[in-house]
């Protein structure tokens, strides 16, 4: 069901909550068999999710789409499947012998109906992998789905049918997502920028519905001088292509120590060029996100940023856009500023690994954070010391490929997190359970002894 007004927005919200009170906790079976209808819908739809990517896009490659669209979401689904019935179980939990013969428990039960703002830039595994996760969950659906995808969304909507009593599909513009945050959700789950996250989490507020945020952030790739440099070009290239950079998790400025400086620079010119000429790529998603992009390079310029342009900067469109180098852009530079979001990389000359730190810091906590050294030390200082989502050494992007590693953000990139287990719980309740005989000698006790009783507990924890 597609929803396109205010009025009809909440409408669906109030027909979703209606029917998760009639039924609030769908059995495992029930979860798994939807799950498997999703998978299976998916796959069937599979050619028209890619034609529709192609259009929706200035220009997408099928790799793209199958690689970091189409397969992390099956994957997901099959693992949420494979291990829902443990993570349904409810779990014992010791009362302590003052309690005695009491059992104490937790069971994560089902929120209720989950509100879902899914992007553009991975229109089908940032829509369905979280919602795969609420159904398996036992909640109710409203999704919003990106107004900058229209073609994926029409066989979204298709895909979703075998799901119609669990879940809404709702399309439009900024004032059907202003009414659709004010929704009282159970759950509210946002994935964008960090200025709308901020919208989102105010209006959430006013009805007191908890908030996952996955936001932007600048995330940064610190290359240290033992650093294997050709690794370091290969998956440099492999980041800002995949999706011509339009990922979340895709390096925003790499730190890269003095000693190498040189070489990473040269070596990362030939290397763009070379896959500028001979690769088919992903375009920006339009003409205003291209020319955002060609503002933060001329910004950077301005302000005594040194550029390399695989492609003449002049002549830059959606579909050809080419990648970017900037070297050494002030702090103070929008493009150190924003969020990136495409085939840009900003280059910055260190001395060291704590002018790193320092450097990272000051532009807030990433989304993640990237590391390429053999030293052990440097790798425990990182992941003990900096404030990251998460953090990936020696390789790049995969990380938010892993079914079992949950992926969430920290302070301005985000709050919250999914994927596996995590993910689960994100949309659960965990309901605690206090559970005791209906027989009345304790009650007695309490009555009749609740003098001496408190005499006790205060011996033994006050004194």
Not at 182 to 196: E, I, M, R, Y
Request: glycine share 6%; hydrophobic share 45%.
């Amino acid at each position: 069901m597609t929803e396109t007004s205010n009025y009809t927005v909440e409408d669906s919200f109030i027909a979703l909550k209606a029917a998760y009170l009639a039924r609030p906790f769908p059995s495992y079976e029930e979860r798994t068999m939807q799950l498997n209808r999703l998978r299976l819908s998916i796959i069937e739809n599979q050619a028209r999710l890619l034609d529709a990517a192609k259009i929706d896009f200035s220009m997408r490659s099928e790799d793209d789409s199958i690689l970091a669209d189409i397969v992390p979401t099956i994957s997901h689904i099959k693992y949420l499947s494979k291990h829902l019935s443990t993570w349904m179980k409810p779990e014992n939990r010791s009362a302590g012998w003052e309690f005695w013969p009491s059992k104490v428990s937790t069971e994560y039960v089902p929120k209720g109906v989950v509100g879902i703002i899914a992007p553009w830039n991975y229109p089908i595994q940032l829509a369905l992998v979280p919602l795969a996760t609420a159904i398996a969950a036992g909640n109710k659906v409203m999704i919003k789905l990106s107004e900058y995808t229209p073609r994926v969304n029409a066989v979204i909507k298709d895909v979703l049918s075998v799901l119609q009593d669990d879940c809404i599909v709702i399309e439009g513009g900024a004032g059907i997502a202003i009414k659709f945050s004010h929704q009282a959700f159970d759950h509210l789950f946002f994935t964008g920028s960090t200025g709308v996250g901020r919208k989102v989490y105010a209006a959430a507020a006013q009805n007191l519905v908890p908030v996952t945020l996955e936001l932007g952030g600048k995330s940064p790739l610190i290359v240290l001088e033992d650093a294997n440099i050709e690794k370091v070009i290969l998956d440099i290239v492999f980041a800002k292509n995949m999706n011509a950079g339009q990922v979340c998790v895709a390096p925003d400025y790499v730190l890269v120590d003095e000693s190498i400086w040189e070489t990473l620079i040269e070596r990362l010119k030939l290397a763009f060029l070379k896959v500028d000429q001979n690769v088919l790529k992903t375009g920006i998603v339009n003409d205003a996100q291209a020319q955002r992009l060609k503002s933060l390079m001329i910004d950077a310029q301005d302000k005594g940023a040194v550029t390399y342009h695989s492609n003449s900067i002049e002549s830059l469109k959606a579909s050809a856009f080419g990648t970017h180098l900037v070297i050494e852009p002030p702090l103070d530079a929008r493009i150190m500023q924003e969020e990136v979001f495409g085939p840009i990389l900003s280059l910055i000359k260190i001395k060291n690994l704590a002018e790193a730190k320092e450097i990272v810091q000051s532009l807030g906590q990433p989304l993640t954070c990237y590391l390429y050294t053999s030293n052990d030390a440097a790798q425990v200082d990182i992941r003990q010391n900096l404030q990251s989502g998460s953090l990936c050494i020696n390789d790049m992007l995969f990380q938010v490929a892993v079914p079992d590693l949950p992926f969430g953000g920290v302070g301005s990139s985000g709050m919250g997190y999914y994927h596996g287990k995590e993910g689960f719980i994100t949309f659960s309740h965990c309901k605690s359970i206090f559970q005791s005989s209906n027989k009345l000698w304790r009650s007695k006790l309490f009555s009749k002894y609740s003098h001496a009783i408190r005499r006790l507990l205060t011996r033994l924890y006050l004194k």
